[in-house]
């Protein structure tokens, strides 16, 4: 049975946060004296002189409203990088514990474990790029904290079986994160709604892709209060800053401008797929349920270089197990798809 206290680190259990001076009072005042900002403004149009909200209240209430979540359920991070890290900084001892990934995946999982000093066992997908439950079982012991799971998958576009996940979600006794940065490109339900029924799982989402907020640092994590609690003790005060907080919540009325561009986007992604089918260096081009393709190519690094000269970047996938001779191509406007296939005409 899944038991939060039996993963989590003793240290960050007996953590005693820190109490910044916008949490210690609570209520109505009007004059600050309590936090050594400069009472006099900034040398701005908008002023940016007080620390913004540690716990990013009004965003949560909105970003709630949209997910069918309690702001209890919601952690913001500083991109859901910030989340990744936060998860391993919580729940895996360095040079004790370890996480199972699923590679070809998303790299930032392997980064953080590195950084963090904790061990990965890497259990690749199958041919399908689907999970290796067997492979997974056998890999898991005591000291197995988080399994990293990325649906739709970075780089191979694909989703992962919903039936294999609540499978690794109803027997594993550590953290399931199931990443949707992509969610919203997929005809896929999001594990969102799975929330009251596992304890143990925790979704990723984020502004940066659909939404078209990369440079505001915005990520998500949904998950139990319980699991909310321990990552907001452990996260730096001030993760989201005040400019970040206001135009998130500015772009999250324009929910309709977003959907239009889903909607183009996949148009567009499409169009690639079947334009790019007919170049003879392709060799195949996997079934995507996000804003890039993964193409399997006869010469990667001939096609990357070549673009790279055009000005045109794609990314270069063809060293990673199971992405040989693949490139992954972010679907661009309608002009830039163009400028990619119009280039490749002239690859030898
Ligand atoms: C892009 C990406 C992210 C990064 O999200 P940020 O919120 O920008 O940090 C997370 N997970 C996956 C799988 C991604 O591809």
Redesign the pocket.
């Known amino acids: 049975m899944f038991v939060l206290n039996n993963i989590l680190r003793k240290n960050i259990a007996n953590l005693v946060p820190y109490s910044s001076a916008r949490d210690e009072f609570q209520g109505e005042a009007s004059v600050f004296l309590d936090a050594n900002e400069n009472a006099f403004g900034s040398p701005l149009e908008q002023q940016f002189n007080r620390y913004p909200d540690p716990l990013q209240y009004r965003l949560k209430k909105r970003l709630s409203e949209i997910k069918g979540v309690p702001p209890r359920n919601i952690f913001l991070g500083n991109?859901?990088?910030e989340a990744i890290d936060i998860l391993f900084r919580c729940f895996c001892n360095p040079g004790v514990d370890n996480v199972i990934l699923v590679p070809p995946t998303?790299g930032?999982y392997q980064v953080s474990a590195n950084i963090n000093d904790v061990a990965v066992r890497n259990v690749p997908l199958t041919a399908e790029y689907q999970l290796n439950l067997d492979g997974i079982a056998e890999a898991i012991d005591e000291r197995t904290k988080l399994i990293f799971i990325?649906s739709p998958n970075?780089p191979t576009g694909n989703s992962i079986r919903r039936a294999d996940v609540e499978t690794l979600l109803a027997n594993f006794n550590g953290l399931v994160i199931v990443?949707e940065?992509y969610i919203n490109f997929s005809r896929q339900k999001t594990f969102i709604q799975e929330l009251t029924e596992y304890a143990n799982l925790v979704v990723?989402q984020?502004l940066?892709?659909a939404w078209g907020l990369?440079a505001l640092?915005v990520?998500m994590a949904f998950a139990s209060e319980e699991i909310i609690d321990v990552m907001n003790k452990v996260k730096p005060p001030y993760n989201i800053n005040d400019a970040s907080q206001q135009l998130a919540l500015q772009a999250l009325d324009k929910v309709d401008q977003v959907n239009q561009w889903i909607k183009e986007i996949l148009f567009q992604r499409d169009r690639l797929v079947l334009a790019l089918k007919h170049f003879d260096f392709v060799l195949d081009i996997y079934p995507s349920d996000a804003n890039f393709i993964l193409v399997k190519t006869t010469d990667a690094k001939g096609i990357y270089n070549f673009l790279v000269n055009k000005g045109i970047i794609v990314r270069d996938r063809s060293k990673v197990g199971l992405c040989e001779g693949c490139l992954r191509v972010t679907v661009g406007t309608p002009a830039e798809n163009d400028i990619l296939l119009q280039t490749l005409q002239d690859f030898k």
């Open positions: 991109g859901s990088d998303y930032m990325c970075n990443d940065a990723l984020t940066s892709k990369a640092r990520g």
